[in-house]
């Protein structure tokens, strides 16, 4: 007897899932420990100082974009999730080129950054493939009073 193989939304669910709490856990490193997590982002120095307060801001868009996967998620509606985590992609995306554009570390901008965009983009993928649109609901015509 062989054993049944997770379907594609099964994996794209769990995907979603683990990289919402993981990327919250950042968020909240970020939150309570700005100055020991920013050398893990790849960039050749931080904001120190007044400055400093920038950390926070990667840690509350860490915390909301792992809640609003994981909100997506507990609504069940797994083709939203799927265009949800490809748009999510686009952050990971966005923190591998600001890293490559400020001379920091190449190898964390293509082995963090990149590794989570194409990890983001297979979760969005499976998703979808493995969904089906919603079908849309036809609208009956009413029917029309005529006055006599």
């Known amino acids: 007897m062989s054993a049944k193989l997770p379907s ?3 994996i794209g669910t769990v995907l979603s899932v683990v990289g919402a709490l993981f990327i919250g856990y950042v968020g909240v ?3 309570l420990a700005p100055q020991s997590m920013a050398p893990d982002f790849g960039l050749p120095t931080w904001p120190h100082g007044e400055g400093a ?3 926070a801001v990667k840690g509350v868009r860490d915390v909301v974009s792992g809640l609003v996967i994981l909100s997506v998620a507990l609504v069940g509606n797994r083709r939203v999730l799927g265009w949800v985590m490809l748009a999510t992609a686009l952050t990971p ?6 890293v490559l554009s400020s001379d920091g570390a190449p190898t964390t901008a293509f082995g963090v950054h990149g590794a989570t965009a194409l990890a983001v983009m297979l979760a969005g993928g499976l998703l979808l493939s493995g969904s089906r649109p919603q079908p849309q609901l036809q ?4 029917p029309s009073a005529r006055l006599a």
Not at 93 to 98: P, T, V
Not at 139 to 142: H, I, K, R, V
């Open 8 to 10: 594609r939304v099964t």
């Open 29 to 31: 490193s970020y939150l």
């Open 53 to 55: 307060g920038f950390l």
């Open 93 to 98: 995306i966005g923190d591998m080129f600001i």
């Open 139 to 142: 609208s009956q015509p009413q």
